[in-house]
């Protein structure tokens, strides 16, 4: 018995006679066979064969349809984690471009705080790692981040690139009809939170942004300040219950580690959308799309497109 995953999402089920398979469930499930024996094989078989034949075909171009436009048909598609961030600096202007250009519309981010109360785009509580400067993020306004260079660590090709505002990834997303993922590295003071709400308010982001937190208060406060602001908790590897998620969201950020089948299955049933992350290895992504999750965090959003056209087409 064959199982592969159909250009709509379901799961459909093929029995496979020897000599016969199924192109996209041996790419994504490795091709096991158990051969069908029956009393009419010859006839059994060349129904299969035709039935299979016109079923690959359909996802075929289903699968070659939406990849060729940065979907992935039969697997889950990707978000971008800190934009194409194996491509360019994260949480930068060009790495969103990057995935945007590649038809990822889904953008996952970081946001902290200047000094001011000003939302931009750093991972880090500190700008060592992907500015040339230094210093703690909160205690910079929002000129000293503008001085520093946040592409050059990365590559000669990115020097001189700015460490963004949230304003600015919104913006840019928002006329390419992206959805955004962002992660709230802080827990907000009353004005920071204002800040960062209004700003999402302003371009009319409501629907397309999802905001979330491995701090479980922060996405109170959020929900609080916010009715009706999709939400997220965040988890590194650990298992959380349908009801605890459900206290902070309908989504469900969950380390890819913590993620399983049946897990999933428990998940859905309650109306939770599963995210893991940051999934980088086709293994990984195989095994996500076997347990039926409904997007996939990676760094590697123009790989992942390559993988899933190989196995949807």
């Known amino acids: 018995m064959l199982t592969s995953r159909c250009a709509a ?6 029995s496979v006679g020897p ?7 041996n790419r994504l499930f490795g ?6 024996r029956h009393p009419l094989t010859t006839r059994v078989t060349l129904t299969l064969a035709l039935a299979m034949s016109v079923v690959a075909s359909l996802l075929g ?3 070659a349809a939406a990849a060729a436009q940065g979907g992935t048909g039969c697997v889950p598609p990707p978000i971008a984690h800190r934009g ?24 996952e981010l970081d946001v902290r705080f200047t000094v001011e109360g000003t939302p931009v785009l750093l991972h880090d509580p500190t700008v060592d790692r992907t500015t040339n400067g230094t210093g703690e993020v909160a205690a910079m306004s929002l000129a000293d981040l503008r001085a520093l260079d946040a ?6 090709t990115y020097a001189g690139v700015k460490v963004p505002t949230l304003y600015e990834v919104l ?5 390419r009809g992206a959805y955004f993922l962002v992660e709230l590295k802080t827990r907000p003071t009353q004005p920071q939170m204002d800040a960062f709400l209004n700003r999402i308010r302003w371009l009319g982001m409501l629907e397309r942004v999802r905001v979330m937190s491995f701090d479980e208060q922060t996405v109170l406060d959020v929900r609080a ?7 997220a908790i965040l988890d590194n590897p650990s298992y959380r219950s349908p009801d605890s998620v459900l206290l902070y969201g309908t989504t469900y950020v969950v380390h890819q580690n913590s993620v399983t089948e049946e897990r999933v299955a428990r998940w859905r049933a309650a109306g939770i959308e599963v995210r893991p992350w940051t999934v980088d290895r086709t293994r990984a992504w195989r095994r996500m799309a076997i347990d039926k999750v409904e997007a996939t965090i990676t760094n590697r959003p123009k790989r992942y497109l390559s993988w899933a056209r190989s196995v949807c087409s």
């Open 9 to 14: 999402g379901s799961l459909s089920r093929l």
């Open 19 to 25: 000599g016969h398979r199924n192109p996209l469930a």
């Open 31 to 36: 091709g096991h066979i158990v051969p069908v």
């Open 61 to 63: 171009t289903a699968g």
């Open 84 to 107: 194409d961030s194996a491509r360019a600096p994260e949480n930068t202007l060009p790495a969103f471009r990057k995935a945007l250009a590649l038809g990822v519309r889904r953008l």
């Open 151 to 156: 592409g050059r660590w990365f590559s000669r």
């Open 171 to 175: 913006e840019l997303g928002r006329t």
């Open 225 to 231: 300040a916010q009715p009706g602001l999709r939400t």
